[in-house]
């Protein structure tokens, strides 16, 4: 049986959830524990070679995924060390 788009969702919501509370549940920057707006940042480049988004999240979220090189920020922290290249 194949999953519907409803399920999916709350699947993807689900892993992401998991894989936010895996890496502290807060912003490593500023602390902010709003997690609608919280991200995950590639310490070493710019990702661009790894998977992104929901597929990161469910990786992370089943413990296939190496932590090290991510860290949880907010979006407003994330785009300030990745804008340009990272801060002034
Ligand atoms: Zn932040």
Redesign the pocket.
């Known amino acids: 049986m194949a999953y519907s788009n409803a399920q999916k969702r709350t699947a993807r919501l689900a892993h992401r959830m998991r894989a936010i509370t895996i890496k502290g549940s807060r912003?490593e920057?500023?602390?902010?524990e709003n997690h609608r707006i919280l991200e995950f940042h590639h310490v070493n480049g710019d990702g661009k070679d790894d998977v992104q988004g929901s597929k990161l999240a469910y990786l992370v979220a089943t413990g296939r995924r190496a932590l090290d090189d991510l860290q949880l920020?907010?979006s407003?922290?994330h785009k300030e060390v990745t804008y340009d290249g990272g801060p002034a």
């Open positions: 912003c920057s500023c602390g902010t920020l907010c407003n922290c």
